[in-house]
């Protein structure tokens, strides 16, 4: 020992032994007769003894995947559990995530957190692949086209379904001269009900097209050439033939059909059948009956689909025209029914058969029309002949209401009818009518001649807004669509053309 009081390992040696035995008691002796004093550098028995009371490491999350759950499974009970939930592994499920913001991103928020616990470890939603936990997503993009992407929907294509179709320049045929129909028309017609079916019916040379194309699309100062229904050249009147075949086509932006026919018992469509030696369908054996029976067919097609017919005379009046509207009335088909079931039901009731409103307009009237006697009796005499029919003539259509009579009250006419009268485009350039007093008087001569009727353009003008003001009855017991009425017209012409009463009434005028 020192002087200071320490001791000195070095003198004495104690040191060194005592730091040798302290190292071998701080071994655990049961531990070095299992083993032994060579693996003590290897061994780690306090890490395997305390493996149950470590919490569970990164090591865990190499679970089984058939204790997790699928991703349909998984999004319900996240719906339904409130804000406490006690469940943990459904907690991190976003199920308000679009897809594309999943795609774009990276991995959705489920995949990228770390989630404590036994549960789906990443390796199950990266096998798996970036598939939508929610269904909604696949609804919320089925509108936007079926050629998308899952990740991405082009709104190009959403918006592609909302524009107008195009803009129609020209009719298109419906029924072609074959009497075949044609599908031409459908893609420019939409997925609304709002529209009004109008129809036309008329002899030969009455001017038809030429009403259907003022009061649809054109004006009458435009060249006739550039109306949207052809109308007759000078060549074709020369030789008196028809310039319409079956059923033309055109449809405007306010949503309008406009339904335009071959002339009914047509003496030019009877000569080309003659003289041209056309095969004539089997159950016709006669060319008369056949001109008679596509008429009948035309008109009988129009009472079911259109909600106006228009019936064109160009004189006052033809007998044989109300009889062949009367023939059409009753070979009219009837109305489909809402079901198919009709055991319940002995027969259609009283007022479920449609019947259109039907207009009689007469064309290049004279002045003497425009009286007022005149137009009395031409109301009482539609009247009359019309009194037996279900047809809507009467009570849908005034001239009265145009103030084209001012001094004229609504009980001047007793039995007022859906007639209109229009006077002859021409006139307005009738040289003796522009200017009275043919130098007779030079204080009148700025002054317009006296016609007894409005302008031919006011009255085209009003006629339009008549037309456009009809009302539009429901065409069969489910409301229709401009598509669902297509289907339903095609529906109509086959039944039409296998008409049993049709064919029936075909072989007594033989």
């Given at each position: 020992?020192?002087?200071?009081?320490?001791?000195?390992?070095?003198m004495?040696?104690?040191?060194?032994?005592?730091?040798?035995?302290?190292?071998?008691?701080?071994?655990?002796?049961?531990?070095q007769?299992?083993?032994?004093?060579?693996?003590?550098?290897?061994?780690?028995?306090?890490?395997?003894?305390?493996t149950?009371?470590?919490?569970?490491?990164?090591?865990?999350q190499?679970?089984?995947?058939?204790?997790?759950?699928?991703?349909?499974?998984?999004?319900?009970?996240?719906?339904?559990?409130?804000a406490?939930?006690?469940?943990?592994?459904?907690?991190?499920?976003?199920?308000?995530?679009?897809?594309?913001?999943?795609?774009?991103?990276?991995?959705?928020?489920?995949?990228?957190?770390?989630?404590?616990?036994?549960?789906?470890?990443?390796?199950?939603?990266e096998?798996?692949?970036?598939?939508?936990?929610?269904?909604?997503?696949?609804?919320q993009?089925?509108?936007?086209?079926?050629?998308?992407?899952?990740?991405a929907?082009?709104?190009?294509?959403?918006?592609?379904?909302?524009?107008?179709?195009?803009?129609?320049?020209?009719?298109?045929?419906?029924?072609?001269?074959?009497?075949?129909?044609?599908d031409?028309?459908?893609?420019?017609?939409?997925?609304?009900t709002?529209?009004?079916?109008v129809?036309?019916?008329g002899?030969?040379?009455?001017?038809?097209?030429?009403?259907?194309?003022?009061?649809?699309?054109?004006?009458?100062e435009?060249?006739?050439?550039?109306?949207?229904?052809?109308a007759?050249?000078?060549?074709?009147?020369?030789?008196?033939?028809?310039?319409?075949?079956?059923?033309?086509?055109?449809?405007?932006?306010?949503?309008?059909?406009?339904?335009?026919?071959?002339?009914?018992?047509?003496?030019?469509?009877?000569?080309?059948?003659?003289?041209?030696?056309?095969?004539?369908p089997?159950?016709?054996?006669?060319?008369?009956?056949?001109?008679e029976?596509?008429?009948?067919?035309?008109?009988?097609?129009?009472?079911?689909?259109?909600?106006?017919?228009?019936?064109?005379?160009?004189?006052?009046?033809?007998?044989?025209?109300?009889?062949?509207?009367?023939?059409?009335?009753?070979?009219?088909?009837?109305?489909?029914?809402?079901?198919?079931?009709?055991?319940?039901?002995?027969?259609?009731?009283?007022?479920?058969?449609?019947?259109?409103?039907?207009?009689?307009?007469?064309?290049?009237?004279?002045?003497?029309?425009?009286?007022?006697?005149?137009?009395?009796?031409?109301?009482?005499?539609?009247d009359?002949?019309?009194?037996?029919?279900?047809?809507?003539?009467?009570?849908?259509?005034?001239?009265?209401?145009?103030?084209?009579?001012?001094?004229l009250?609504?009980?001047?006419?007793?039995?007022?009818?859906?007639l209109?009268l229009?006077?002859p485009?021409?006139?307005e350039?009738?040289?003796?009518?522009?200017?009275a007093?043919?130098?007779?008087?030079?204080?009148?001569?700025?002054?317009?001649?006296?016609?007894?009727?409005?302008?031919?353009?006011?009255?085209?003008?009003?006629?339009?807004?008549?037309i456009?003001a009809?009302?539009?009855?429901?065409?069969?017991?489910?409301?229709l669509?401009?598509?669902?009425?297509?289907?339903?017209?095609?529906?109509?012409?086959?039944?039409?053309?296998?008409?049993?009463?049709?064919?029936?009434?075909s072989?007594?005028?033989?």
């Amino acid at each position: 020992m020192s002087e200071s009081g320490h001791s000195q390992p070095g003198m004495y040696g104690p040191g060194p032994g005592r730091r040798r035995r302290r190292r071998r008691g701080d071994r655990d002796p049961a531990v070095q007769n299992l083993s032994g004093p060579s693996r003590d550098r290897d061994y780690f028995p306090r890490d395997r003894r305390d493996t149950s009371e470590d919490p569970p490491g990164p090591v865990l999350q190499k679970t089984p995947i058939i204790l997790a759950k699928p991703p349909g499974d998984r999004a319900k009970p996240v719906q339904g559990v409130s804000a406490g939930g006690p469940s943990a592994p459904d907690k991190p499920i976003m199920s308000i995530k679009a897809r594309e913001d999943a795609t774009k991103c990276g991995p959705p928020p489920e995949t990228s957190a770390p989630v404590p616990g036994p549960g789906p470890g990443p390796s199950k939603l990266e096998r798996e692949g970036q598939r939508p936990t929610q269904p909604v997503y696949q609804i919320q993009n089925r509108g936007m086209g079926a050629s998308a992407p899952s990740g991405a929907a082009d709104p190009v294509v959403g918006q592609s379904k909302l524009i107008a179709p195009e803009k129609m320049k020209q009719s298109i045929k419906l029924v072609d001269d074959q009497m075949n129909w044609c599908d031409s028309a459908m893609e420019y017609l939409r997925d609304q009900t709002d529209m009004l079916v109008v129809g036309v019916l008329g002899l030969q040379g009455t001017g038809k097209s030429t009403v259907m194309s003022l009061i649809s699309a054109n004006t009458p100062e435009e060249d006739q050439r550039a109306f949207v229904f052809r109308a007759q050249t000078q060549e074709i009147k020369e030789r008196a033939g028809n310039q319409s075949t079956g059923i033309d086509f055109f449809i405007t932006q306010e949503r309008v059909i406009y339904l335009d026919t071959q002339p009914i018992l047509s003496p030019s469509i009877l000569d080309h059948l003659i003289n041209n030696d056309r095969k004539l369908p089997p159950e016709y054996n006669l060319p008369h009956t056949y001109v008679e029976m596509q008429s009948l067919q035309m008109a009988a097609f129009l009472f079911t689909v259109c909600h106006v017919v228009i019936v064109v005379q160009d004189w006052f009046t033809d007998v044989n025209m109300y009889r062949f509207l009367q023939t059409a009335e009753m070979l009219k088909p009837s109305t489909p029914s809402a079901s198919h079931d009709v055991s319940g039901s002995s027969g259609a009731e009283d007022g479920a058969e449609y019947y259109p409103h039907i207009v009689f307009l007469q064309n290049k009237a004279r002045r003497d029309d425009f009286c007022p006697p005149n137009l009395r009796n031409m109301h009482s005499v539609v009247d009359k002949l019309m009194a037996h029919s279900h047809l809507r003539y009467k009570g849908t259509l005034s001239m009265l209401d145009c103030n084209m009579f001012p001094g004229l009250g609504r009980k001047y006419l007793e039995s007022e009818v859906n007639l209109f009268l229009l006077p002859p485009q021409d006139s307005e350039a009738d040289d003796g009518l522009t200017k009275a007093g043919c130098g007779s008087s030079p204080l009148f001569s700025l002054l317009p001649g006296y016609r007894g009727q409005p302008s031919f353009s006011s009255v085209v003008s009003k006629l339009r807004s008549q037309i456009l003001a009809m009302p539009r009855c429901p065409l069969s017991h489910t409301i229709l669509t401009e598509k669902n009425w297509f289907h339903y017209a095609a529906r109509i012409w086959d039944g039409v053309k296998k008409s049993s009463a049709l064919a029936e009434y075909s072989r007594l005028l033989a």
